[in-house]
């Protein structure tokens, strides 16, 4: 059972390349969603989504755009990245009936030099 | 990962002994609490969780007690063993929304 899968799981990149975390999962979750996770602070929220087709922002969405063409994936796009975002990004899913159990993925680490 | 938690509190306790974890929460709103675990290079994941209508529920060698007077929750784990040395956070939640919020944790480290 693979859960939440993301990939990569460490990536560098220079000050305004982009690149896209991926995040599959295989539990036919209708909501997903995106956290960074820095040291100091509690995860904080990017962007989620409640099915295909729908996102919503979160705490901290600057800089990141996501879509939801499919139930299982939720791909993290940074267009223009930024030191900033130097951080350990995880991606989490659960049933919408739910309101308890997210499930995470391993985490993307990411370093923006 | 590991520099996440380089800053964070310590709880240390001798294996076999209990451990309790605490976690103040913002939101006096919030009906939904959980408490998750992480260890290093891995993704947090799901201990317990508890509705604000209960004070107290129990899992496998865990208790979760709320006091919404204070806007407190404890994590108890009985007999710590080696395995559970991770970072402890804990999260609330509001039924009805998509967003939790994230408290930073707490290292437990369990000494032989």
């Known amino acids: 059972n693979a859960g939440v899968t993301q990939t990569p799981k460490f990536q560098v990149l220079k000050t305004g390349q982009s690149m896209t975390l991926q995040c599959a999962q295989d539990?036919?979750?209708?909501?997903m969603s995106w956290y960074r996770q820095d040291p100091g602070m509690g995860l904080r929220l990017i962007h989620y989504?409640?099915?295909?087709?729908?996102?919503d922002q979160g705490e901290v969405p600057n800089g990141y755009n996501v879509s939801r063409s499919t139930t299982e994936d939720f791909p993290l796009r940074l267009l223009s990245a930024a030191p900033s975002q130097t951080s350990v990004y995880f991606c989490?899913?659960?049933?919408?009936?739910?309101?308890?159990?997210?499930?995470f993925g391993e985490g993307s680490r990411l370093t923006v030099l | 990962g590991e520099s996440v938690g380089l800053h964070l509190p310590t709880l240390s306790v001798q294996e076999g002994d209990n451990s309790i974890i605490n976690c103040a929460y913002s939101n006096s709103a919030s009906d939904y609490f959980i408490w998750y675990k992480q260890e290093s290079g891995k993704g947090p994941q799901f201990i317990i969780d508890?509705?604000?209508?209960?004070d107290k529920r129990q899992g496998q060698r865990v208790t979760v007690l709320l006091n919404k007077t204070v806007k407190h929750l404890s994590l108890q784990i009985a007999a710590t063993q080696p395995g559970d040395s991770a970072v402890y956070f804990c999260a609330e939640g509001l039924a009805g929304t998509y967003k939790y919020i994230f408290g930073t944790g707490t290292r437990l480290k369990v000494l032989a």
């Open positions: 989504s409640v099915g295909a087709g729908i996102t």
């Open positions: 508890i509705r604000s209508n209960m």
């Open positions: 539990m036919n979750h209708e909501y």
């Open positions: 989490a899913s659960r049933g919408l009936s739910n309101t308890g159990e997210l499930f």
